[in-house]
């Protein structure tokens, strides 16, 4: 079983084939049955320091999503995957106290670092980055950003084609007491199911 530091180093490796397993490794080894573990946070916060560089544009199939996508929309797949188990409480099953408290107070600083790729060219890119943002903005510290992100949330999660961006825009939104208000498109296969 690869270390963090070999996970973390192999994401932006040359090879495809080593990116594409260290990805794959991100999941099964950090956010395993949706738990956080002592390395999770901190390794979330490398790969929000990685989302800038050039590198992380090359388009690879991922084991978790249809198509091709850049390396930076699924690190930004993966951050929101985090997010949305920081949420959570320890009574849900989602780590230690104390994992799940450096969990959340990463948050704020992955906000910062996630926030400017809300606005990216690159939609797919655009989607997992607001999808990252709203989960994050769970955190009362956040919580004054709502206003900003609530409409992209809506005009852009809430009619996506993917069903796991359209169930956090539902949350989200209701949670923010607005209402999506938009129309559903047709369904297809996505790469996970809401929770």
């Not at 992209?152 to 169930?167: C, H, Q, T």
Request: aromatic share 6%; proline share 8%; glycine share 4%.
């Amino acid at each position: 079983m690869p270390d963090t530091p070999d996970i973390l180093g192999a994401v932006l490796a040359a090879d495809p084939a080593r990116r594409v397993r260290a990805v794959g490794d991100l999941y099964r080894l950090l956010l395993n049955r949706e738990q956080v573990f002592p390395a999770t946070a901190p390794a979330a916060l490398v790969l929000a320091c990685l989302l800038d560089d050039p590198r992380t544009l090359a388009e690879e199939r991922w084991e978790r999503r249809a198509g091709r996508r850049s390396l930076r929309a699924e690190l930004l797949n993966w951050l929101a995957s985090f997010a949305d188990i920081a949420r959570l409480d320890v009574e849900d099953g989602v780590g230690t106290a104390q994992d799940l408290a450096a969990a959340r107070t990463a948050r704020p600083l992955l906000h910062d670092r996630i926030a400017d790729f809300c606005d990216a060219d690159d939609p797919l890119v655009k989607e997992a980055a607001l999808a990252a943002t709203a989960l994050l903005l769970a955190d009362p510290a956040l919580a004054s950003s709502v206003p900003r992100y609530a409409p992209a949330v809506r005009k852009v999660l809430a009619v996506s084609a993917d069903s796991y961006y359209r169930w956090i825009a539902r949350e989200r939104l209701a949670a923010w007491g607005a209402s999506p208000q938009t129309p559903s498109p047709a369904p297809r296969c996505d790469w996970t199911r809401p929770r």
